[in-house]
């Protein structure tokens, strides 16, 4: 939904909801706890993240690094993940006793059994980042087995244990509530920030204006005046006691004139469907104001199938009487604490405005292409939520490579990523590596990943916006941190960064041979502890260390230490 109107009333108040009901969850085995410490949240399952579900839940650490992590139940590791984003150091252990795997992210490092086969490995292909699978009899695990140390690794916001639990014939996440909301104390009902009505395209409007009407909180209670499909919103999340998170809401459901129209829950998802957490907010709101109203509206496409159910409008209310609509949200946790917000819809007859769309129409269901003006897309169906109209705009800038072409536009989520190609129109380089194509967020650039083929950067996106070609001839940065003390405090560590494209790849080496530096995306932090089985004692050593970027731009530093 774009171009719409808004209103958003402050919610001042709130009353307990009697009733809201949800299925009893069937018996489920009793796993163990992974940490020994008090467990308490920094983020919950199912949170609407940006463009994902949260897929498990988030320990806290007592910020600090180092906690031992505890195996739920027995199994084998199936995969052992090390990156420099994402969970970074991760493990996955399956339990074929109880149909479940659970994942462990953010380690800070993994026990004396599973580190040696990962070390091996990592040495073995040169390479910090290792993806492993693992057969059943390779690394059995028992339950309550320390298996790793918890940590701050991979694109982890502070120390923290992000734990998954999945169903493993669909690799489906689970809310892994229900298997350990005994541990964890919560008598804290949800939150109401806010409440928000918008009218469809072409269909609906409200309080007959085309802009976002505010209320003051003082006159929270006033109706809404609507006529025709309008879709309500709420600003809302849950709560726990004694910390200042914010957590997402499991249960949602609306009800107008004591009827349920519209149920939400967020108990399981497929990663397939994962960025279809954009359907359940207004996406124009998130994208031009950071604000995550919640919606009821379902798109065509309904790509989050059971998690949603409607009265058979798909969440639009149709508002065609002149009367009171009585309103109600509720809202529930995994604990059964609830709250609920009324609010008020009053019909009033009026002349809906009419929506004039430019561009082409493109059916969400269909194969759709563009091809003009140096700018190719293609579309496979599933791409679009609901049938958009697209269109695009083509500026010249003598400081690129190409014209700036706006595709799409910005406030339209897409759930697959689409085919691109733009033409390299002052092709001027020998070395076609270092052209880089680039997406225009206001005053910032963000490399996008594209290889050069005949004269076009040939990529694929998830997004719209604004595209162009630029090059990057600049070396990434690569400084030593305190050399003369690497020998004192047995680490040799790097801080590298890349101001376009964005680093590649590092080699570390000491005295001609391959080490392991390990490598903290989010800092630009590589470190090497040496291990006296590969560096010598009481002598002195050179160490290299080569950082390539994306478009094949190389430094190469040389540091000397005594160890």
């Not at 409440?195 to 209320?215: F, H, K, N, Q, W």
């Not at 798109?299 to 009585?326: C, F």
Request: proline letters at 5%.
């Amino acid at each position: 939904m774009k171009n719409m109107t808004c209103r958003i009333v402050c919610a001042a108040a709130m009353a307990l909801l009697a009733g809201v009901v949800h299925s009893a969850s069937e018996t489920l085995p009793q796993l163990h706890r992974p940490l020994d410490i008090p467990m308490v949240l920094s983020g919950n399952f199912g949170e609407l993240r940006n463009n994902h579900f949260h897929s498990g839940l988030d320990f806290k650490t007592q910020g600090k690094t180092g906690f031992p992590i505890y195996c739920a139940e027995d199994g084998y590791v199936s995969r052992v993940l090390v990156s420099p984003w994402g969970f970074g150091r991760a493990i996955y252990v399956v339990h074929p006793s109880i149909g479940l795997t659970t994942v462990y992210g953010h380690l800070e490092a993994f026990s004396n059994k599973i580190d040696k086969i990962v070390r091996q490995e990592q040495y073995r292909q040169e390479s910090f980042r290792v993806d492993m699978s693992f057969s059943p009899d390779e690394i059995p695990v028992r339950k309550g087995e320390i298996i790793a140390r918890s940590g701050n690794s991979g694109s982890s916001g502070g120390p923290h244990l992000h734990m998954d639990v999945r169903e493993t014939a669909t690799e489906n996440p689970l809310d892994p509530m229900p298997y350990f909301k005994k541990y964890i104390k919560d008598n804290v009902a949800p939150s109401v920030r806010s409440i928000a009505l918008y009218p469809e395209d072409d269909s609906g409007v409200v309080d007959g204006v085309g802009r976002a009407a505010y209320r003051q909180p003082a006159k929270f209670g006033e109706p809404f005046v609507a006529w025709g499909r309008v879709v309500p919103g709420i600003k809302a999340y849950d709560k726990m006691p004694g910390v200042s998170n914010i957590y997402g809401v499991k249960y949602l459901t609306l009800e107008i004139d004591g009827k349920q129209v519209y149920r939400r829950v967020i108990e399981r998802f497929s990663f397939d469907s994962t960025r279809a957490v954009h359907t359940l907010v207004n996406y124009p709101d998130k994208v031009n104001k950071s604000s995550w109203v919640m919606v009821t509206r379902v798109p065509k496409s309904r790509p989050l199938g059971a998690m949603i159910e409607t009265d058979g409008d798909n969440g639009v209310i149709t508002i065609n009487e002149e009367r009171d609509y009585n309103c109600r949200f509720l809202l529930e946790d995994e604990h059964g604490n609830r709250s609920s917000v009324k609010f008020v819809i009053r019909g009033k007859r009026s002349e809906i405005p009419e929506k004039r769309d430019a561009g082409t129409l493109f059916r969400y269901d269909g194969t759709n292409s563009y091809n003009m003006n140096g700018l190719k897309v293609m579309f496979q169906p599933g791409t679009f939520y609901d049938d958009i109209y697209f269109s695009t705009k083509c500026s010249d800038d003598a400081g690129y490579c190409s014209p700036v072409h706006s595709v799409g536009s910005a406030d339209i989520p897409l759930h697959k990523s689409f085919d691109m190609e733009i033409d390299v129109t002052r092709d001027t380089l020998v070395d076609k590596r270092k052209y880089c194509l680039v997406r225009i967020d206001g005053k910032s650039k963000r490399a996008v990943p594209a290889e050069y083929k005949e004269g076009k950067m040939v990529t694929r996106v998830n997004r719209f916006g604004k595209y162009t070609v630029t090059t990057d001839t600049k070396s990434p940065t690569v400084t030593p941190r305190r050399p003369a003390r690497w020998g004192k405090r047995r680490c040799v560590s790097y801080r590298i960064s890349d101001g376009m494209s964005g680093v590649e790849s590092y080699r570390g080496e000491i005295d001609g041979k391959f080490v392991l530096f390990e490598y903290d995306g989010k800092s630009g932090l590589l470190t090497y502890r040496p291990e006296s089985s590969r560096v010598k004692k009481g002598k002195k050593h050179v160490v290299t260390m080569t950082v390539t970027d994306a478009c094949g731009n190389t430094t190469e530093s040389r540091s000397t230490f005594v160890w």
